[in-house]
């Protein structure tokens, strides 16, 4: 797009430090989500054994089913989300003009999401969905990382149809 003030779209350099960023901290939160399924499946058979690692450990996770399938897909979707937004960062910055600063806020979103995720399983009524002087504090910690998350991930979205909307070839 051209503009007054000439072309927005990144330099290369630009671009493919974002996609770096991108993709490598994709890669973070996928494994994170990975491990995430590993606590998911001990949960689910109520002890800690893996074939062919000889041995177990009876022990029962703690959490809901509904705790650990979220923190498992959180980290699987936010994972993918990453490494879909590196793949569309070319078009994206014909319009977007802080290239990196969009990267770096989606992985601060994609971690605060996902870590949120991660406290149900392993604290009782700590779901993150409702902030009180009564609720605990790996509630209230869940609640502000996943109110950090939101805001930003609606501001970084409002911007880019705002931009995609007004852009002109």
């Known amino acids: ?3 007054a003030q000439g072309s927005v ?7 493919k430090r974002s996609q770096r960023l991108l993709l490598g901290h994709g890669a973070l939160v996928l494994l994170f989500g990975f491990a995430m399924g590993f606590g998911f499946l001990f ?8 074939w062919p690692i000889p041995g177990k450990i009876d ?20 994972g993918l989300m ?10 994206m910055s014909e ?8 990267a770096v806020t989606m992985v601060v979103v994609a971690w605060t999401i996902v870590v949120a995720s991660a406290i149900d399983p392993f604290f009782p009524d700590a779901r993150g969905l409702l902030f009180s002087s009564q609720s ?11 109110y950090i998350g939101i805001v930003a991930v609606c501001v970084v979205v409002a911007i880019v149809a705002f ?7």
Do not use: C
């Not at 779209?9 to 630009?14: G, H, L, R, T, Y």
């Open 1 to 3: 797009m051209n503009t």
């Open 9 to 15: 779209s990144a330099s290369p350099n630009e671009l």
């Open 43 to 50: 949960f689910l058979i109520g002890e800690i054994s893996l």
């Open 59 to 78: 022990y029962q996770m703690p959490g809901t089913y509904d705790a650990w399938r979220m923190a498992h897909m959180e980290g699987i979707t936010n």
């Open 82 to 91: 990453l490494w879909i937004l590196a793949a569309v960062l070319p078009v």
């Open 95 to 102: 319009f977007v003009r802080k290239i990196y600063w969009l």
């Open 136 to 146: 605990n504090l790996a509630n209230g910690v869940a609640f502000f990382l996943f």
């Open 163 to 169: 931009r995609a909307f007004r852009s002109s070839d």
